[in-house]
Each structure stands twice: as C-alpha cells, then as structure tokens.
C-alpha cells in the first residue's frame, strides 16, 4: 500500500507540476490516461485519496477526468470535512441552513448548489473573522478559528463615557477590542452580535434599531474593517442551537426577553416579551438574603461567583423546602461560605417574582404567551416551531432551569396544546451568541451572503434615505 500510494502521489505532482500553467480542454482530460492505475480498484482508489489528504487530492483531479470524476466524489470530502476540528454537526447545520444569509443575501448572485469539494475549499480558503459578542453586562471577543473566545470583559460601557454620543462609545469600544486581540481593524472582517433593544414593533422602534446598526456599521467602516455582519444576539444563540426556528428565552443582564424567532427573522409583529429578572436582579436577591443572615459584601462579584457555584433551580420548589440543601463554596480572597435554601430561592423569583418583591409575570408565564401568540399570528404551515425553547445568557446556566421551565410550560398551557414543546439548554453556556457567530463566520458563503461593506453600505444607505425622502 505504501508503495502504491507512493505512485499515485508521484503521478499526481508530476501532471499537477507539468500543467500548472495549462488549463486541458475537455477532450484532453476524456483521452488522458494513467496507465495500470485505470484498473485500480474504485474503493481502493479512495482509500489512496483519504491517506493523500485534500491538497494532494485535489491536485490529482487534473490527471485525468476519470481522476477527476472519483475525486469530486461527495464522499470523500464528507470524510474530510468530518476530520476537521468543527464538528461534523455543526457543519452540516451551517451549509444545509445557513448559506443563503440573512435578508442581505438578497443583494447578491451566489449559487446555493455547491458540491461538498466546493464548500471544503471555501471554507478553507476563509482567513478568519473577529468576533465579538458584547451586551450591557459582559462581553465577549476572539477569533471564528479559535475553538472558545479569547478574552471577556465587563459591560458595554465600560469602554467609553455614558454621556458621549453613540458613535464615540461605540470607536472607544471597537478599538479596545482590537487593541486587545492586537489586531489591526482592517485586516479581518468583524461579526458583531447587537442585544436585543427597543423590542416592540413601533416605528419609533424600528428607527432606533436601524440607528443602532448604522451606528456600528459607520464605525466599523471608519476603523476600515474590510467587511462586517451585525446580527441579533437572540438569532445566534439559537443557530448555536443547531436550529432557525424557535423563542429564545435570554437571561440578560438587567431583563429577560422571550424572542420568537421564525427562520432567522425575529418576529417583533408578534410580540417580543421583557420582564424584569435579569442576571442583576438574581444576584442582588442573594445577597439580600445574605444580608438577612447577617453575612454583608462589598462587591456583588463575591455574590455573583456563590450564584454561579452554588445556585440551582429546584423542580419543585414545595419538595425541596423540606431537604437539607446546606453546600459551601469557596470565594479567593473572602473565605468559605455556607448557602441552605437560598440555593434555590435565588432562581425561583424566575417563576415566582413575588419572591423578591416584584410585580411580573413568571417565566413559564411569559414564555406561554408569547407561544399563544405565535400560535395565532399563523406565521409558518408548521404549528410548532415555536415549541422549541432556547435557553441563552449566563444565568440560564442554572442548573435544573430547562427541567423546571419545560414542566412548568406543560402544566401551565391546556394539555393538547403541551405536546411538543421541549427546552433546549444554553448549548455552550454563557458563550452561546458567540459560538452562533462563529457557526456563520465559517460558513462556506460568509462573505458573499453575510457580509456588507463599506461601499455596499453607503449604497444601502442612500437608497434608504431616497426612500424616506420620497415618501
């Protein structure tokens, strides 16, 4: 096997080599014949190409068009695809639903039907992307070819002063970003997750979010990034997921929104919901309760890391009352602490507000309506797209969270409408925005059906404006 193989590479550079300045035409290719090889075995022939990797094989399809034919076999650049460090899941989710794009796609030509040997190369051939996932509460940035984020900060506004206006925070922001990844702005294109804001479908709404967006798209530009994609972090997280269609329930910093999202689209005609226990409110209720006991901090990080540790979700909440749920933890620099019930009690002001003294609507409750709605609104032949829940948000890492919602959303709707509805947990913890982003900047068409550039953003934007003028 060593030997023959050792051929076939050795036939493979000497065509490649003597025709790398010479395209041969079809009838060349159909004559061109490489002797014994023509016997070879067809499986064993694959076999010969996996242990050549896709370079070489690649370079054997100029052989000869037999050659040609077996190496353009989907199977063997499925096989290569498969041993590539992303996985193969992941992969196929990416190409199957993600290559068209979002609503920019339209603006381009592109062909969809690409072989697996086409959308090996491409995705190959792609540089990398800088990602950054920020929020009001943490953000998070790295490379779209590294396998987790390479830094975290803390909020949004950290990086420039409130009272400036939006364009100078955002500069501030972005360049801090690529200060930190000590990388030049234009020398990658930038995915840049936007949080969910202004959620209702108002025209004041509308124009605040097109205000957001160009806000980062100008900026962007001015910094000469050679192509961005600014998209919803809800959307993300749920094609983290491995899905287009579904309500996204994101745990954020200061609220918790409800999304329904239908094939990549938030859909804000029917109803985005917010109520006020976010990640802030959870960790203030704690230490409330510490307080109680007498147990006071100076700085909610030593809270926040007793949530993170310690906290969990109980999936019924009457049951566990009556346990010894006693653990400890320790915090670097403030000692071991001790959490009974208050592991519990911090997750369900979730479904029972009233808990921490606030007039809203319970999760389950929220979750429920926005369902109804999406149920209603007749949106898509397929009733139940909306029954699949996505967790998202640091918070939603709780443990005993998707349990607890998924059964508190069967008892709560009638029993026929129940089946089917199923909650998906945070796929990748805190990070899953930001592995979304990563999934589309490594998609085969990222550039051509995801990106926009400087010049295609000033001709969107007059058309915009034209627009606007005319009406």
């Known amino acids: 096997m060593a030997l023959l193989l050792k051929k076939v590479w050795e036939s493979v550079s000497n065509r490649s080599n003597s025709n790398s300045n010479v395209k041969l035409s079809e009838s060349q290719l159909f004559q061109s014949s490489t002797g014994a090889f023509d016997k070879l075995p067809v499986d064993i022939f694959q076999q010969i190409l996996r242990f050549l990797g896709p370079k070489d094989a690649a370079k054997a399809s100029v052989v000869c068009k037999t050659w040609k034919f077996l190496v353009s076999d989907d199977r063997l650049w499925i096989y290569f695809l498969q041993n590539r460090k992303e996985p193969w899941e992941t992969i196929v989710f990416a190409e199957t639903n993600l290559r068209a794009g979002h609503t920019l796609g339209s603006y381009y030509n592109y062909d969809l039907h690409l072989s697996f040997m086409q959308i090996y190369a491409r995705r190959a051939h792609l540089t990398g992307s800088v990602i950054i996932d920020g929020g009001s509460g943490y953000c998070k940035y790295g490379w779209s070819k590294y396998s987790a984020p390479s830094g975290r900060s803390a909020t949004f506004l950290e990086f420039g002063n409130i009272e400036s206006p939006m364009y100078s925070r955002l500069r501030h922001f972005f360049a801090t970003i690529h200060s930190r990844m000590q990388v030049k702005p234009s020398s990658q294109p930038i995915v840049v997750s936007v949080p969910l804001c202004h959620s209702d479908d108002t025209e004041s709404a509308k124009a605040s979010r097109r205000q957001l967006k160009d806000a980062i798209y100008s900026v962007l530009f001015d910094m000469n990034v050679p192509a961005v994609c600014a998209i919803d972090q809800a959307v993300l ?151 699949t829940v996505v967790l998202a948000g640091g918070t939603s890492c709780l443990p005993g969270l998707p349990e607890r919602l998924e059964k508190e959303l069967r008892g709560y709707v009638s029993p026929a409408f129940s089946d089917g509805i199923k909650v998906i947990p945070p796929p990748y913890g805190p990070d899953s925005a930001w592995f979304g982003a990563k999934l589309i900047a490594n998609v085969s068409t990222f550039r051509d059906t995801w990106c926009i550039n400087k010049k295609q953003f000033h001709q969107r934007s007059r058309r915009n404006s034209s627009f606007i003028g005319s009406w």
């Open 237 to 387: 997280s749920l094609y983290a997921a491995r899905r287009t269609s579904g309500i996204v329930v994101n745990i954020g910093f200061h609220v918790t929104s409800i999304v329904p999202i239908l094939r990549g689209k938030i859909m804000r005609s029917v109803g985005v919901e917010t109520i006020g226990q976010g990640a802030l409110r959870l960790t203030g209720y704690l230490r409330e309760q510490m307080q109680q006991r007498g147990i006071n901090f100076e700085s909610l990080y030593t809270v926040r890391s007793l949530k993170e540790n310690l906290c969990y979700v109980a999936l019924d909440y009457e049951a566990e009352l009556a346990k010894d749920t006693r653990a400890s933890f320790e915090v670097p620099g403030e000692g071991v602490f001790t959490l009974s019930k208050e592991r519990f009690l911090t997750g369900e002001i979730l479904f029972r507000p009233q808990l921490g003294g606030m007039q809203a609507m319970g999760l389950h409750q929220a979750v429920a309506l926005c369902m109804d709605h999406c149920h209603h609104a007749e949106l898509a032949t397929d009733d139940g797209w909306f029954k």
